[in-house]
């Protein structure tokens, strides 16, 4: 693309489009600018836009969007893929970058500086160097310029807000020292020069506003800096920092206060920080922290008791006091600020208490933005509550002061438990409370996939349970006091554990009254409590839970849980689909009165998700939903398949024919389990499908890979004679071919071809074997890997397996005489242990037991390495033995994605199930010794080959193997 001004024109057109209402005007737009990224110059004229006179405010706007999610999709270049920028584009575009940012108003700046951010991790410090030298010199030269100080700081913590989360490496080290050499210092004297700013614009509220959000960047680096280990210059200026800090701390400026209820002002967003970083200190670097350890906990006591409110602009704030005071009570050498009763009293009924209580506000975001709701209570993402770090400070406490602590709580238990007693209708919120407090106390330890790991044992959980949770959940109006019926539900998903197997199986029937209900969090947690469920391995010390026990409500789980998904509030609920799953997979055998009415309910949601796929982790539990009734139902009776063809077909079709790349991967997996559990011979409308599987088109996304080879594989098994007859080699090898020539995708290769060579009949294959044996060794001499020779391995030692040695050894010296001894060599001997899994090492096992002892040309003396290549196949039979995966599929955790996928979902209930190309073989130990006790009889020289080069340890697993097979060892 040229740099010109008909091309801006074009641009600035097509960048318009793009925020247009319209989807009709928006998504052409959008692929058009997609198209035209890897064109040169691209970069640049989005760049020329900022400054060119004619750009309006939306086209900058959608400039700087459409730059940096440019800068995110390409300039990280993926092995095996096409670098889309050239290198002369993004040399320059990191020359004007940083003074272009810096130019621009504060809503463009964040834009480009998440993408300075982007590139600077590619690049930053190796293939950037210049980038921190000109931060630092902007910020010098910027003087009391703080709107473009700002735009520098907020770049700078975009660069090393990611040493907040990289693991330790010395290459991360070096890149920090980097930083600090140039920054620390720079960084200290613009804090300090900023406190002193501030105290002379004390009465400005403008200028305070602008200095503060430049001080709260400033702590956010600071923090960034530190967060990996304590740096020398850091360490050595602690004083400058931590008395600033202080001193923040203890600000009281109402002109720097927000007046809003629910946003932060800059004084709050401030302290909030400093109490991050003194908690960072307290937590990892306490002994040099120490001496100012004393100041801040009084300071944040004061804090939290006189200075804060339980208004929402102060919930962040809040939240990271009370983190650093629970840093601070969980080191046993500081309990002595905490061990007398009053103090621990005080902190309960002052901070722990208020914090822990279900406000206004809660029940509003509860009432109408449930999705918020639970994604911060059930999912995880509560670090930021009060109510969380009110329950850490509580167990921090524990850790010291378990006794005192759990004594002082059970009294405000009680007292808030009678409030509710006493008006349960106004006082529902003190029984919330009390249920929190328990849930707190109770739980030591706890993970996200298995609930309470710990308990207390000072807290008597099956008491509570059945006097408090339990009239909660069988009450009869599903919808009264939701809040307490979710917080109900939560008790038990947590304490599942450790609660006895009656009371989780009498559980599912009030969960499945839960499903009807109209508050989609009470509905939500019913579901989510039915898949915690149901994913128990040991309930109350016992079984699984079985589809027997689920027997008696199952048909009002499956009712209810459908119904749901036809309510518009819960349409596309990933829990409720995601427990479907699950109950459908724990039922088994007992789901089968209810197959149709759930594949019509299936089918025709997909129909409708089809046409816009917005729920990742929904549409990924759909399709295992239609994967588990599938593989359950035709494993007890395989014509009906048919039925399930019948029903899928016609969605599958139309999301081909529309192209909906989201849910590709997923109807390759469905197509694949379909086929592979259809008896011979391959339905018409498989066929019909097959030649469009060849396309090109399809394997330019990664995520279409693994699916469609097992679905070609599957094409292969069922009717390889067929595809012959098609004409279909071919195009097939051609697949292959470029799928071998990838590093991401040669394993995938290696399966395709495998199938090919098993299934395909030889005479139709053996005109093709020269060209896929050359290809094969171009590739290995060309870009030799790991992972490309264990594949090699494998598939030589399948054809020698399947084929005979005698034809694998031609093949090879075919193409260059005497090349087998360097395969030997060079591949078997030297990586043969490097095999990992049980099939692909009996698949090895195999091949080499027959190429070793099968095989006349290698018999004749003329290879001088059988011997080493003996001692390879014992090493490999003497591997520790691997599990063989073989896991019930019910109790694999499903990890959600939040977005579509580059790379390929699986469908676990779609799983292939694992085939073994020698199944005559049960034993590789024993075959081998009774193929090598025959072979021996015949080339008796081959005994003292043994005898002379094979070591004793060798030798003597031999015998035993030998043995085993009940034969003569000749040695």
Not at 195 to 215: C, V, W, Y
Not at 549 to 562: F, G, I, R, T
Not at 732 to 745: D, H, N, P, R
Request: aromatic share 10%; glycine share 4%; proline share 5%.
């Amino acid at each position: 693309m040229e740099l010109s001004d008909s091309n801006l024109d074009a641009l600035a057109n097509y960048l318009t489009q793009t925020v247009d209402a319209n989807p009709a005007v928006r998504k052409p737009a959008e692929k058009f600018l997609e198209s035209v990224e890897d064109k040169g110059n691209y970069g640049i004229l989005l760049l020329q836009l900022f400054t060119r006179p004619s750009s309006n405010d939306t086209v900058k706007l959608a400039a700087a969007i459409t730059f940096k999610n440019f800068v995110k999709r390409n300039w990280p270049v993926k092995e095996d893929e096409v670098d889309r920028i050239s290198a002369v584009d993004r040399t320059e575009i990191k020359k004007h970058i940083v003074s272009l940012m810096l130019s621009l108003p504060a809503k463009l700046q964040r834009q480009l500086s998440d993408a300075i951010s982007i590139i600077g991790k590619s690049d930053f410090p190796g293939n950037w160097p210049e980038l921190l030298p000109e931060l630092v010199r902007e910020m010098e030269q910027a003087n009391t310029d703080f709107d473009r100080i700002n735009g520098i700081l907020q770049t700078a913590h975009s660069l090393f807000k990611r040493y907040r989360h990289e693991f330790r490496t010395d290459d991360l080290f070096r890149e920090i020292k980097y930083a600090l050499e140039s920054m620390a210092m720079p960084l200290t004297v613009l804090f300090k020069n900023t406190i002193e700013l501030s105290e002379k614009h004390s009465e400005n509220p403008t200028a305070l506003k602008i200095l503060f959000s430049s001080l709260v960047l400033i702590c956010k680096i600071f923090y960034s800096l530190n967060y990996q280990d304590l740096p020398e210059f850091f360490e050595d200026n602690m004083a400058i920092w931590m008395d600033n800090f202080h001193t923040l701390l203890n600000i009281n400026n109402k002109l720097l206060e927000s007046d809003s209820e629910d946003e932060a002002g800059p004084l709050e967003r401030l302290k909030s920080q400093i109490c991050d970083n003194i908690a960072l200190y307290a937590l990892k670097y306490d002994e040099e922290f120490q001496p100012h350890l004393e100041k801040f906990v009084q300071a944040t006591w004061n804090l939290l008791v006189h200075q804060t409110t339980l208004q929402v602009k102060h919930d962040l704030l809040v939240c990271n006091a009370i983190q650093f005071l629970a840093s601070v009570a969980a080191h046993d050498k500081y309990k002595s600020m905490f061990e007398s009763e009053g103090t621990l009293a005080t902190i309960c009924q002052n901070i722990v208490v208020p914090n822990m209580q279900f406000r206004d506000v809660d029940e509003e975001q509860f009432e109408d933005n449930p999705d918020e709701y639970i994604r911060r209570d059930i999912e995880g993402s509560d670090v930021d509550t009060r109510r969380r770090a009110a329950c850490d400070l509580v167990h921090s406490l524990c850790k010291v002061f378990e006794g005192p602590v759990t004594a002082i709580f059970k009294n405000y238990i009680a007292s808030l438990q009678q409030e509710y007693t006493a008006n349960p209708n106004e006082k529902w919120r003190s029984l919330d409370t009390s249920i929190y407090l328990v849930s707190t106390l109770a739980s030591k330890a706890k993970t996200e996939k298995h609930g309470a790991t710990k308990t207390n044992q000072l807290v008597d959980l099956t008491e509570f349970f059945s006097s408090t949770i339990v009239p909660l959940l069988q009450a009869p109006d599903v919808n009264d006091k939701p809040v307490l019926k979710a917080a109900a539900i939560k008790f038990l998903i947590t304490f599942r554990q450790h609660l006895p197997r009656q009371i989780l199986v009498l559980a599912f029937q009030p969960l499945a009254n839960f499903l009807s209900s109209t508050c989609p969090v009470v509905l939500t947690y019913a579901a989510h409590g039915v898949e915690r469920l149901l994913m128990l391995q040991t309930p109350g010390g016992g079984a699984p839970l079985s589809g027997a026990e689920l027997e008696p409500v199952l048909k009002d789980l499956l009712n209810n849980m459908l119904t749901a998904l036809g309510q518009p509030a819960s349409q596309e609920n990933d829990y409720i689909m995601k427990a479907l799953m699950r109950t459908m997979s724990a039922a088994r055998d007992h789901i089968t009165p209810y197959v149709p009415e759930v594949l019509t309910h299936l089918v025709n949601k997909l129909l409708v998700v089809a046409k816009n796929p917005s729920k990742p982790n929904f549409n990924h539990y759909l399709f295992e939903c239609i994967s588990c009734i599938i593989r359950f139902t035709c494993q007890k009776d395989v014509a009906a398949i048919s039925h399930f063809e019948e029903a899928l077909f016609p969605v599958i079709q139309e999301i081909l024919q529309n192209d909906v790349s989201e849910f590709l991967p997923y109807v390759f997996q469905l197509l694949s389990l379909m086929l592979e559990l259809h008896p011979a011979p391959i339905p018409a409308p498989f066929m019909e499908l097959f030649p469009a599987l060849l396309m090109p088109v399809l394997w330019e996304s990664q995520a279409n890979i693994t699916p469609l080879v097992r679905l070609l594989q599957a094409y292969v098994v069922k009717g390889g004679a067929n595809i012959v007859k098609m004409g279909k080699m071919e195009p097939m090898l051609g697949v292959w071919q470029k799928l071998i020539a990838s590093k991401t995708s040669d394993h995938e290769g290696y399966a395709f071809l495998s199938s090919i060579v098993e299934f395909i009949p030889y005479e139709a294959l053996e005109p093709y074997l020269d060209t896929v044996f050359r290809l094969i060794f171009q590739r290995l001499q060309a870009a030799k890997t790991v992972k490309f020779v264990k594949g090699t391995i494998i598939f030589f030692s399948l054809y020698a397996g399947k084929h005979g040695g005698s034809r694998l050894v031609e093949r090879v010296e075919s193409i260059q005489r005497r090349m087998f001894n360097m395969v030997l060599e060079r591949l078997f001997i030297l990586d043969l242990q490097k095999v990992a899994g049980p099939l692909d090492r009996k698949t090895c096992a195999v091949g080499v037991t027959t190429i070793l002892t099968a095989t006349p040309t290698l018999l004749d003396g003329s290879y001088t390495c059988w011997g080493e290549a003996l001692v390879a196949l014992v090493r490999l039979f003497e591997l520790p033995e691997e599990a063989d995966g073989d896991d019930d599929d019910h109790f694999v955790e499903i990890e959600d994605g939040g977005d579509y996928q580059a790379a390929y979902s699986r469908l676990v209930f779609a799983g292939k199930l694992r085939h073994d190309p020698f199944p005559d073989v049960t034993n590789v130990k024993i075959a081998f010794a009774k193929s090598l006790h025959t072979m021996l009889s015949q080339y008796s020289q081959f005994v003292g080959v043994i005898q002379s080069s094979v070591p004793a340890d060798v030798q003597n697993c031999l015998r035993a193997y030998c043995v085993a097979a009940g034969v003569q060892s000749p040695f």
